[in-house]
């Protein structure tokens, strides 16, 4: 297959779009009308250049580095925004899901609060490679540094994580 089809996109937007608003629910602090914003215009994009994907890749690597751009953008955007209001970005951070226990709950948000404690390169690193759970070689080829760079970048997300969990205690 060389180029997508519409019948490709009818199964693949299913399958993906879940996934991909996770992903931006995560990375912009769980900001739920921006990240639903962000799934549709990655399927846009998707669509407007499906020309660009290369089947010789999974298609999850393709649509993560597609989706890790717009994030790119939207915190460019976000940060003009923020100087002309001459104020900070507070994201909803607010997460319910209905299904877990309220221990479980305080946890998730604990972790999610930690991980957006991280540095950027560490929290897309982590986010990619532990929460979508792609491999190493397709964190590096989304995110444009060597697979060494993820192996580390990951290992710090890591320590600091384990350093804010002990610090909590």
Same mark, same amino acid.
């Given at each position: 297959?060389?180029? @997508?089809?519409?019948?490709?996109? *009818?199964?693949?937007?299913?399958?993906? #779009?879940?996934?991909?608003?996770?992903?931006?629910? /995560?990375?912009?602090?769980?900001?739920?009308?921006?990240?639903?914003?962000?799934?549709?215009?990655?399927?846009?994009?998707?669509?407007?250049?499906? +020309?660009?994907?290369?089947? &010789?890749?999974?298609?999850?690597?393709?649509?993560?580095?597609?989706?890790?751009? @717009?994030?790119? *953008?939207?915190?460019?955007?976000?940060? $003009?925004?923020?100087? #002309? %209001? +001459?104020?900070?970005?507070?994201?909803?951070?607010?997460?319910?899901?209905?299904?877990?226990?309220?221990?479980?709950?305080?946890?998730?948000?604990?972790? #999610?609060?930690?991980?957006?404690?991280?540095? +950027?390169?560490? /929290?897309?690193?982590? %986010? %990619?490679?532990?929460?979508?759970?792609?491999?190493?070689?397709? $964190? &590096?080829?989304?995110?444009?540094?060597?697979?060494?760079?993820?192996?580390? /970048?990951?290992?710090?997300?890591?320590?600091?994580?384990?350093?804010?969990?002990?610090?909590?205690?």
């Amino acid at each position: 297959m060389t180029r @997508l089809t519409a019948d490709d996109f *009818n199964r693949l937007y299913p399958a993906y #779009a879940r996934r991909a608003q996770g992903f931006f629910l /995560r990375m912009t602090g769980y900001d739920q009308a921006l990240a639903e914003d962000l799934t549709q215009e990655l399927f846009t994009r998707l669509w407007e250049h499906r +020309d660009a994907y290369d089947p &010789a890749h999974p298609f999850a690597t393709w649509m993560f580095s597609v989706a890790y751009n @717009l994030c790119k *953008n939207a915190y460019r955007h976000q940060e $003009v925004v923020e100087k #002309a %209001l +001459d104020g900070p970005w507070h994201p909803s951070a607010d997460y319910a899901a209905e299904d877990v226990t309220f221990e479980r709950q305080q946890l998730k948000e604990q972790l #999610a609060a930690a991980v957006r404690r991280l540095p +950027d390169e560490q /929290r897309e690193v982590f %986010l %990619l490679r532990y929460e979508e759970e792609l491999s190493i070689a397709d $964190v &590096a080829r989304i995110l444009g540094i060597p697979e060494g760079t993820v192996k580390s /970048r990951a290992a710090y997300a890591l320590k600091r994580l384990r350093e804010q969990f002990a610090d909590d205690k």
